[in-house]
């Protein structure tokens, strides 16, 4: 990880200076392979004993879930913008786990959560980007994507035997077409911003030994069995390839309007705290208002409410209300 400045000392300044060192600025290399995954945020936290710092991560999603269920409602209402978060990562990140806590407040009536798999034929037989835009989440919506259209960059990098399927014409050199297709997921990102679509994404980078007690975790627990696939070790020997193919495409496509947060996570609730304090910030910075009525609208307002409350006068002229009958009955 490069050079990392000092932190500021108020726990908002913090979390905004947090997001700052995790953000791949744009054209900078992302530099994957020499950041550290155990990192805490700093030396605030460097010094907690494990149980302290896990209790003080749990305190700050805690924080971030209620900061992102009244985000939530605000961007609702105002109903000018979507915001869309990407989650890429190895197996056994945590993609799953921090999409659960860090989401546990928000309405789940206003939030999308898609998970790209092996293509059909019929989004096989569509350009690479067709199944993407049909998650797109509409205006006051979150949509989640736990994978995403970097697949196209990333598995097919180190897989490009499964290009076959996709029917593509002459594409030149492999150089040409990885290059062509980040400046389609650029476009395809800055259309979504001009938009009112704000796309942020994070890869969640779990070392090599994490991912291995991970994985024996899973095997040593019955209940926990199911979630490993024998198929899971092939594709970690090939965990070089996979971290130069993110590398690229996280290098490529981390711009002002879609920016990449490379999320320390061998701590999960660290990561899970760091993710949701960059999402604060980032629906914060989207300029959201409530929204206003009329003056005709707030006048008519006001009528229906005195005969509201005309209404409830009538009704309970002469009447006992609910307490006098129960003073009554007593």
């Given at each position: 990880?490069?050079?990392?400045?000092?932190?500021?000392?108020?726990?908002?300044?913090?979390?905004?200076?947090?997001?700052?060192?995790?953000?791949?600025?744009?054209?900078?290399?992302?530099?994957?392979?020499?950041?550290?995954?155990?990192?805490?945020?700093?030396?605030?936290?460097?010094?907690?004993?494990?149980?302290?710092?896990?209790?003080?991560?749990?305190?700050?999603?805690?924080?971030?879930?209620?900061?992102?269920?009244?985000?939530?409602?605000?961007?609702?209402?105002?109903?000018?913008r979507a915001v869309l978060i990407v989650f890429?990562?190895?197996?056994?990140?945590?993609?799953?786990?921090?999409?659960?806590?860090?989401?546990?407040?928000?309405?789940?009536?206003?939030?999308?959560?898609?998970?790209?798999?092996?293509?059909?034929?019929?989004?096989?037989?569509?350009?690479?980007?067709?199944?993407?835009?049909?998650?797109?989440?509409?205006?006051?919506?979150?949509?989640?994507?736990?994978?995403?259209?970097?697949?196209?960059?990333?598995?097919?990098?180190?897989?490009?035997?499964?290009?076959?399927?996709?029917?593509?014409?002459?594409?030149?050199?492999?150089?040409?077409?990885?290059?062509?297709?980040?400046?389609?997921?650029?476009?395809?990102?800055?259309?979504?911003?001009?938009?009112?679509?704000?796309?942020?994404?994070?890869?969640?980078?779990?070392?090599?030994?994490?991912?291995?007690?991970?994985?024996?975790?899973?095997?040593?627990?019955?209940?926990?069995?199911?979630?490993?696939?024998?198929?899971?070790?092939?594709?970690?020997?090939?965990?070089?390839?996979?971290?130069?193919?993110?590398?690229?495409?996280?290098?490529?496509?981390?711009?002002?309007?879609?920016?990449?947060?490379?999320?320390?996570?061998?701590?999960?609730?660290?990561?899970q705290a760091m993710v949701a304090g960059v999402?604060?910030?980032?629906?914060?910075?989207?300029g959201l208002t409530w929204p206003t009525v009329?003056?005709?609208?707030?006048?008519?307002?006001?009528?229906?409410?005195?005969?509201?409350?005309?209404?409830?006068?009538?009704?309970?002229?002469?009447?006992?209300?609910?307490?006098?009958?129960?003073?009554?009955?007593?």
């Amino acid at each position: 990880m490069t050079a990392i400045s000092d932190p500021p000392s108020s726990a908002e300044a913090r979390r905004t200076w947090i997001g700052e060192q995790l953000r791949v600025a744009p054209g900078a290399a992302a530099d994957i392979a020499h950041r550290d995954t155990g990192w805490v945020g700093g030396p605030d936290y460097e010094d907690l004993a494990p149980d302290e710092l896990d209790d003080t991560a749990k305190a700050k999603v805690a924080a971030s879930v209620e900061a992102l269920a009244d985000a939530q409602e605000l961007l609702w209402a105002d109903a000018t913008r979507a915001v869309l978060i990407v989650f890429q990562a190895m197996d056994a990140a945590g993609k799953d786990s921090t999409i659960k806590h860090v989401m546990s407040g928000v309405n789940p009536q206003g939030v999308d959560v898609t998970s790209f798999r092996h293509p059909t034929a019929e989004e096989l037989a569509h350009p690479f980007l067709w199944r993407t835009w049909q998650a797109v989440p509409a205006k006051g919506r979150i949509g989640i994507f736990n994978r995403s259209h970097y697949e196209e960059v990333v598995a097919l990098r180190v897989h490009p035997e499964w290009l076959g399927g996709q029917h593509l014409p002459d594409r030149g050199t492999d150089d040409e077409l990885w290059a062509s297709r980040y400046a389609d997921i650029n476009a395809f990102e800055q259309h979504l911003d001009n938009t009112g679509v704000t796309t942020v994404k994070f890869f969640l980078n779990v070392s090599k030994e994490e991912q291995k007690r991970r994985f024996l975790r899973r095997l040593d627990r019955p209940h926990k069995e199911w979630k490993f696939n024998a198929n899971d070790l092939a594709e970690r020997a090939r965990w070089d390839d996979y971290t130069a193919a993110f590398e690229q495409a996280i290098s490529a496509t981390s711009t002002p309007w879609a920016p990449w947060y490379v999320i320390p996570a061998d701590h999960k609730h660290v990561m899970q705290a760091m993710v949701a304090g960059v999402l604060v910030d980032t629906v914060g910075s989207l300029g959201l208002t409530w929204p206003t009525v009329s003056a005709d609208e707030h006048a008519a307002n006001v009528r229906a409410r005195q005969e509201l409350m005309a209404e409830d006068d009538a009704t309970t002229a002469g009447a006992p209300r609910a307490h006098d009958n129960e003073t009554l009955e007593v």
